[in-house]
T-cell receptor, first 112, second 108 residues
Framework: EAQVTQNPRYLITVTGKKLTVTCSQNMNHEYMSWYRQDPGLGLRQIYYSMNVEVTDKGDVPEGYKVSRKEKRNFPLILESPSPNQTSLYFC???????????FGPGTRLTVL | RKEVEQDPGPFNVPEGATVAFNCTYSNSASQSFFWYRQDCRKEPKLLMSVYSSGNEDGRFTAQLNRASQYISLLIRDSKLSDSATYLCVVNNNNDMRFGAGTRLTVKP
């Protein structure tokens, strides 16, 4: 089954404790992206990647890191999480230059 | 001003009604456009791409007006299952910008 998976689905953590949210897709898509969704603001792009070893900042990259060492994986790293990073996070992938994105189920993160 | 703006609604319509949503965008160089639907904080799912000539998929019709910088979505013969939040998405050179969404409730 074609899908995008994210782990964990739910996470409660404390300020400053490094965490990684994993994202994996099995559709051989080149383009992958991370978003956060906050009430009233809609989805905002954090980082995206056009292919392996190619990443670019989106609209709200501050406080986040990503890497793309393999085509299927695109982890999101929060080196020192803060309460303003409490949000619902989505990973997505799409074929090269089509941008018809498939989304993962979301990760609900709470930073205390 | 937000880069992509939508009327948040809610739109409450009876079954069988026709409803239309608009979305405006500020970047005239935007390359591609999409409508997604999102159910109750679940992941967004692609509804349709929006082409310059307009396109239709069953009960759904999407239009793009580049001169006025807006896209629209028309839903005919609304079903209860159409109740969701509809997200307008604009691609600016690989940088995807989402509207905050328009909430639709279809009532029996």
């Amino acid at each position: 089954e074609a899908q995008v998976t994210q782990n964990p689905r739910y996470l409660i953590t404390v300020t400053g404790k490094k965490l990684t949210v994993t994202c994996s897709q099995n559709m051989n898509h080149e383009y992958m992206s991370w978003y956060r969704q906050d009430p009233g603001l809609g989805l905002r792009q954090i980082y995206y990647s056009m292919n392996v070893e190619v990443t670019d900042k989106g609209d709200v990259p501050e406080g986040y890191k990503v890497s793309r060492k393999e085509k299927r994986n695109f982890p999101l790293i929060l080196e020192s999480p803060s309460p303003n990073q409490t949000s619902l996070y989505f990973c997505a992938s799409s074929p090269y230059r089509e941008y018809t994105q498939y989304f993962g189920p979301g990760t609900r993160l709470t930073v205390l | 001003r937000k880069e992509v703006e939508q009327d948040p609604g809610p739109f409450n319509v009876p079954e069988g009604a026709t409803v239309a949503f608009n979305c405006t965008y500020s970047n005239s160089a935007s390359q591609s456009f999409f409508w997604y639907r999102q159910d109750c904080r679940k992941e967004p799912k692609l509804l349709m791409s929006v082409y310059s000539s307009g396109n239709e998929d069953g009960r759904f019709t999407a239009q793009l007006n580049r001169a006025s910088q807006y896209i629209s979505l028309l839903i005919r013969d609304s079903k209860l299952s159409d109740s969701a939040t509809y997200l307008c998405v604009v691609n600016n050179n690989n940088d995807m910008r989402f509207g905050a969404g328009t909430r639709l409730t279809v009532k029996p």
